[in-house]
């Protein structure tokens, strides 16, 4: 059984940085393709970045938040990291990491970490 956990979020005023943590338990995060998704209200859930297994050498953003966030991993802690910068209010959303596709871990989904983005 595959436990993901998500953290970092909170409330930001637009502009403002949040860096969003993943770690899960029950399997080793580097072997598989990861990816950070965020579902607003009354939306799908989206893929909004994604990595490359092992070192994390590839890594791909959705337009609107291309430039402004950054994927990254640290395999030696087993952790996945997002940094979101410039953030804006159409950002909030409550963000979940998971494999991308998530495909056999589609039932793994962790309780995610809210993000408000809010003057």
């Known amino acids: 059984q595959v436990r993901l956990v998500e953290s970092g979020g909170g409330l930001v005023q637009p502009g403002g940085s949040l860096r969003l943590s993943c770690t899960a338990s029950?399997?080793?995060?580097?072997?598989?393709?990861m990816g950070w998704y965020r579902q607003a209200p009354g939306k799908q859930r989206e893929l909004v970045a994604g990595?490359?297994?092992?070192?994390?050498?590839?890594?791909n953003y959705v337009g609107s938040v291309r430039g402004r966030f950054t994927i990254s991993r640290d395999n030696a802690k087993n952790m996945m990291y997002l940094q979101m910068n410039s953030l804006k209010p159409e950002d909030t959303a409550v963000y979940y990491c998971?494999?991308?596709?998530?495909?056999?871990?589609?039932?793994?989904w962790g309780q995610g970490t809210q993000v408000i983005v809010s003057s």
């Open positions: 998971n494999k991308n596709p998530p495909r056999d871990w589609g039932t793994y």
């Open positions: 029950g399997s080793i995060l580097s072997n598989y393709n």
């Open positions: 990595i490359s297994g092992g070192g994390g050498t590839y890594t």
